[in-house]
T-cell receptor, first 114, second 118 residues
Framework: AQSVTQLDSQVPVFEEAPVELRCNYS??????LFWYVQYPNQGLQLLLK??????LVESINGFEAEFNKSQTSFHLRKPSVHISDTAEYFC????????????FGAGTRLFVKA | GAVVSQHPSRVICKSGTSVKIECRSL??????MFWYRQFPKKSLMLMAT?????????EQGVEKDKFLINHASLTLSTLTVTSAHPEDSSFYIC??????????????FGEGSRLTVL
């Protein structure tokens, strides 16, 4: 079985400061890794994903995440945040060998202050 | 990316009534859809996996007679909350994977439906 741990429930940060949202996972099989973002009263949107290949993946709005197999981590980073990045961020894993279930972490509330 | 549409976005009903929420895949065929429930400031809890043409698979602790799921076509799954009570008030979100050749494990989410039971 898979599990996902997001260590920080809330991360307050000032605008233009860097931020890291932590995610650790456990799985006995190979997985795909995802970060989803949720704005208030909306569904989730994919931010970025790791399937294979380069361990560093990037999104179009400046976020990046690095897959670290030895530490079973997939931390999300952004060098300079904006007010508009305020949202809930979910780390998720899906088995890549079938079964199709996606397991989500508890979420991290990123709050960007002016 | 693939688009999933969910309706209604908000619904208020009286205790004891039933409410149906629809989830549609607009530009791909979704043989499998997932229904999640999200409590305030909490993560998503998988309720059930909806399979086209067969019975849904419910997660442990989810009452299948309470939350009826029907997946009658490749583009539509419905969740019916029967005899709703105030404790059923929540944000319900559906999602689907495009299991065709483009499948990358990514889930495509509906906009969510906020149910309030008075």
């Amino acid at each position: 079985a898979q599990s996902v741990t997001q260590l920080d429930s809330q991360v307050p940060v000032f605008e233009e400061a860097p931020v890291e949202l932590r995610c650790n996972y456990s799985s006995s099989v190979s997985v795909y890794l995802f970060w989803y973002v949720q704005y208030p009263n909306q569904g989730l949107q994919l931010l970025l994903k790791y399937l294979s290949g380069s361990t560093l993946v990037e999104s179009i709005n400046g976020f990046e995440a690095e897959f670290n197999k030895s530490q079973t981590s997939f931390h999300l980073r952004k060098p300079s945040v904006h007010i508009s990045d305020t949202a809930e961020y979910f780390c998720a894993v899906t088995r890549n060998t079938g079964g199709f279930k996606t397991i989500f972490g508890a979420g991290t509330r990123l709050f960007v202050k002016a | 990316g693939a688009v999933v549409s969910q309706h209604p976005s908000r619904v208020i009903c009286k205790s004891g009534t039933s409410v149906k929420i629809e989830c549609r895949s607009l530009d791909f065929q979704a043989t499998t859809m997932f229904w999640y429930r999200q409590f305030p400031k909490k993560s998503l809890m998988l309720m059930a996996t909806s399979n086209e043409g067969s019975k849904a698979t419910y997660e442990q602790g989810v009452e299948k007679d309470k939350f009826l799921i029907n997946h009658a076509s490749l583009t539509l799954s419905t969740l019916t909350v029967t005899s709703a009570h105030p404790e059923d008030s929540s944000f319900y979100i559906c999602s689907a994977r495009d299991l065709g050749t483009k499948d990358t494990g990514e889930l495509f989410f509906g906009e969510g439906s906020r149910l309030t039971v008075l």
